[in-house]
């Protein structure tokens, strides 16, 4: 209700009901002291107002003050100083009517609002460092990225939001429709993570990936966001290649090593078993190395095999694997042959290596013609197993050297 014993008539106000219903805290100023209160500035700051100079309860008060709306300090009956928002409305010269806002929930909103544009602003500090593509979609529509995308992959954040099918197109050609098949199982809830893929730059540089999402669904299971990491994995891929490569492969000729043959030639008994085709393997060993390591040093050995190792590369079928066994040895698979054709093709390779022999090679200026013995095993004439037709082959290429060292010679059991 009105908090006056006798409201002037002229305070400005058509009735006393509005004036005591309106949800604001409204007070009349009479030449710097309250006149009037309404029930909600009653309920704000205390009954017993009219008469109290509005310097006694708004700070830094002055009847000059702006209308404009300006932040002051409430001082309420039991020493709380509330914070407010002030509006002032003149009537005339000397008096006004004042609205106090109760301003902690305002100020609370505000803090609320700054503490979210902080913790954002650290938010997208961390995800723009981040030595990583970040990414937001709706399935295949992009919706954010950050712009490490244009580091890693070469394009622009802009751009790759702009053209939902850029993710897609730039998977490598050979990964793309095992990626999308592994994507669409991911946005169906029937996946996990996808495998580590190939993307291709604008400027053709393959760049290996490892992709990690979070799906956020609906109650339908339907995704309504996907969230995730693009990791740039490529050091790790070719280190992974490099490894593989050292563990499999002969570090001065870059065969196949021991290891590898022996376990590619485990593969292909299986396969023959199975598939029922033929197998050969043939053992080739130098005769005259030591010759050369003897009289030109082991430079020049070690260029020796280096330039045989690539002619006798030449002399095999593409699915052929050709390895060093170990110094001046080396062995060659063949594969998956036909039975009926399989000496044909045997004997075939064998002219080759002996063509490519008979070749010179130069060894920094010194031409050097090597001399080798060549023992076959096959599968199956010969063995059924891997063991026993590495053994078969090693024991034919001995009784070559012995015989006619520089020849060839297919395994004879008791040779």
């Not at 309504?224 to 994995?233: M, P, S, T, Y």
């Not at 260029?303 to 040895?329: F, M, Y």
């Not at 599968?379 to 078969?392: F, G, M, Q, T, V």
Request: glycine share 8%; charged share 25%.
């Amino acid at each position: 209700m009105l908090n006056s014993l006798n409201p002037p008539p002229d305070t400005g106000l058509e009735t006393g009901r509005l004036f005591d219903a309106a949800p604001e805290a409204l007070l009349v100023v009479r030449a710097d002291a309250i006149v009037a209160v309404n029930a909600s500035a009653g309920a704000l700051v205390g009954a017993h107002l009219v008469g109290t100079p509005m310097a006694d309860l708004v700070l830094g008060w002055s009847h000059g003050m702006s209308t404009a709306p300006f932040s002051a300090t409430l001082e309420l009956e039991d020493g709380v100083a509330v914070p407010v928002e002030v509006r002032v409305r003149s009537l005339d010269d000397d008096e006004a009517v004042v609205s106090l806002r109760d301003a902690r929930e305002l100020l609370a909103g505000r803090d609320a609002t700054a503490r979210l544009f902080e913790a954002e602003a650290r938010y997208r500090g961390l995800v723009e460092q981040i030595p990583a593509v970040v990414y937001s979609d709706a399935g295949y529509a992009p919706s954010y990225v950050n712009p490490q995308i244009e580091q890693i992959l070469g394009v622009t954040p802009q751009a790759y939001i702009e053209d939902p099918d850029m993710w897609l197109n730039m998977v490598h050609p050979d990964d793309r429709d095992w990626v999308a098949q592994q994507s669409d199982a991911f946005l169906a809830g029937e996946g996990g993570d996808l495998d580590d893929y190939r993307m291709v730059r604008p400027d053709g540089r393959i760049v290996w990936v490892r992709d990690r999402a979070f799906a956020h669904r609906d109650g339908t299971g339907k995704v309504i966001l996907e969230q995730g990491l693009l990791f740039d994995v490529t050091e790790l891929k070719e280190a992974e290649a490099r490894i593989a490569q050292m563990a499999h492969h002969d570090s001065l000729t870059g065969l196949a090593n021991r290891k590898l043959f022996e376990e590619s030639l485990q593969l292909a008994v299986e396969r023959a078993k199975r598939d029922h085709t033929a197998i050969a393997v043939l053992y080739l060993d130098l005769d005259n190395f030591k010759e050369l390591n003897d009289t030109l040093g082991h430079h020049a050995g070690d260029l020796l095999l280096v330039g045989l190792a690539a002619r006798l590369k030449t002399c095999t079928r593409d699915v052929d694997l050709v390895a060093r066994h170990g110094g001046d040895e080396f062995l060659l698979l063949l594969a998956d042959l036909e039975p009926s054709g399989a000496d044909a093709i045997i004997r075939l390779v064998l002219g080759r290596v002996s063509a490519a022999m008979e070749q010179p090679l130069d060894l920094d200026g010194a031409a050097f013609r090597a001399h080798g013995s060549i023992g076959v095993s096959r599968y199956p004439a010969d063995a059924y197993d891997a063991e026993s037709l590495l053994r078969n082959a090693d024991a034919a290429m001995y009784h070559a050297k012995r015989s006619e060292p520089g020849s060839h010679r297919f395994f004879e059991p008791g040779a």
